[in-house]
């Protein structure tokens, strides 16, 4: 009998060991999967609801609107970083960034790191208190909820 206990040990011994190699390498991949999904998602919420400049609904109308006004700075800057976010202003009125954004996210490949999702254009907490009408007061707050409610079964 006692060479049946020694036997079992050995061979839970042996599949901890290769549940903790399998572990060690599944879940931080998975982790990684998890994390591209959720800044995915995040991003391409925010440039989606993000309001881009129309002069036809400013209160002076298109007469108030700077000469060669071309709406979509704010949503062209949002940018993806690991670790600390930048503090650059992208001058581009291109309606990239959730494709540059998904080339960011598709290179990463450390789990367990911090993405940043960002836009350092001065008015961005301004366009999201409310300033302007295409998009309701608090619309990052909204699109945060949004993701985080589409992963609250996890």
Do not use: C
Request: aromatic letters at 8%.
């Amino acid at each position: 009998m006692a060479g049946e206990f020694v036997k079992i040990d050995v061979a839970v011994s042996k599949f901890n060991k290769e549940l903790t190699t399998v572990s060690n390498k599944l879940i931080p991949a998975q982790a990684l999967k998890f994390q591209k999904l959720v800044a995915f998602q995040t991003l391409t919420g925010l440039v989606k609801k993000n309001p881009v400049g129309n002069p036809t609904k400013w209160k002076g109308g298109r007469a108030s609107a700077p000469a060669g006004y071309v709406g979509g700075r704010s949503r062209a800057n949002w940018q993806i970083q690991l670790s600390v976010p930048n503090t650059s202003v992208i001058d581009s009125t291109s309606n990239n960034a959730v494709a540059t954004g998904a080339t960011e996210i598709a290179g990463i490949n450390i789990s367990f790191n911090i993405i940043w999702i960002f836009n350092n254009v001065p008015y961005i907490n301004a366009l999201n208190r409310g300033h302007s009408k295409q998009a309701p007061a608090g619309w990052v707050n909204l699109t945060l909820l949004e993701v985080q409610a589409g992963f609250g079964s996890i």
